[in-house]
């Protein structure tokens, strides 16, 4: 026996089923006025934090192209500033190298170290991993600028002096305790029965390693590598103290130096445009990266 469904009329003479409520009665769906309002604190903080921290990047690449007393660019709007930066010592072309050679290499070591590292911590026991985890982690209680001068001194004994490798090495040092501490939560938040399939299926160690976690750890090796190019690209101590050849200046260095080359007069247009050229690459790095940069961040939270 059928069983018919009782109908409600509706107001254009048809009928609709009694267990669906009428249009008007629905629930409206998307944005209400009580949405907004309590989102609204919300978008208004994070408005406002981003115009402060967006505010000094404007001012200063409008600044760079702007007619200032003093410069290259005295009338009108134009890239004089930029020219001047160009013809600096040795060329920007130069130091925009350095500082990537430098900045590559960091970013290839740290992720190489960390990276292994990063496993043999979360996935192998052994004697003192704790200890050892910890002890590598104090390295970012000791302030930065106490231990350049002897690992200056230890550069020289090792025939590194004035080097851009040992700029390098010297960078990865630092980047490594937080680089392995960020891979290590990393591989921890992958399920070990991930290693345990590959094995079964045939893979070695190195095999699981490199075609299972590898992918699985993609977002904290992406985090990784942009956290040690940023600090390289931007660092400045570093250079200043390991560097003293004039053409092996990073770029930091060279846009430093160049606000004072004529009797201490400082020739803000070039400074700011050295400033843009400087964060151009790590504004499009982060651009790009975002998304990664944020699950790598979020890959220890939750451990599937």
């Known amino acids: 026996m059928a069983v018919v469904s009782p109908s409600t009329p509706t107001a254009t003479g048809g009928s609709q089923p009694a267990g669906r409520p009428p249009a008007a009665r629905r629930r409206p769906r998307g944005v209400t006025v009580a949405g907004i309002a309590l989102r609204m604190p919300y978008w ?45 010592q040795a060329g920007i072309w130069r130091y925009l190298f350095n500082s990537a050679f430098v900045s590559l290499l960091t970013v290839a070591l740290t992720l190489a170290i960390s990276f292994l590292g990063g496993y043999a911590f979360a996935r192998f026991r052994f004697p003192g991993r704790n200890f050892l985890f910890l002890l590598t982690l104090a390295i970012l209680m000791v302030p930065y600028a106490t231990l350049l001068i002897p690992l200056y001194v230890l550069l020289n004994e090792v025939g590194l002096e004035n080097s851009l490798v040992g700029v390098a090495l010297v960078l990865t040092m630092f980047q490594l305790p937080f680089s392995t501490f960020l891979m290590r939560i990393s591989f921890e938040a992958v399920p070990r029965e991930l290693d345990e399939a590959a094995t079964v299926d045939g893979c070695s160690t190195w095999g699981a390693l490199w075609r299972v976690l590898l992918p699985a750890v993609k977002p904290g090796l992406i985090t990784v590598g942009l956290f040690s190019f940023l600090a390289a690209w931007n660092d400045f101590m570093a250079p200043l103290i390991l560097i003293n050849d004039s053409e092996r200046m990073t770029l930091p260095l060279a846009v430093s130096n160049l606000r004072g080359q004529v009797q201490g007069v400082v020739d803000y247009g070039a400074t700011e445009a050295g400033v843009v050229i400087l964060a151009l690459p790590c504004i499009v790095l982060f651009l790009l990266l975002q998304r990664h940069y944020v699950r790598g961040f979020m890959s220890g939270a939750l451990k599937g």
Do not use: C, K
């Open 44 to 88: 208004v903080f994070t408005g406002a934090v981003g115009l402060i921290f967006l505010a000094p990047l404007v001012w200063t690449a409008v600044a760079s192209v702007s007619p200032q007393a003093g410069t290259n660019q005295v009338d009108g709007w134009g890239l004089g500033n930029y020219e001047t930066l160009a013809r600096y």
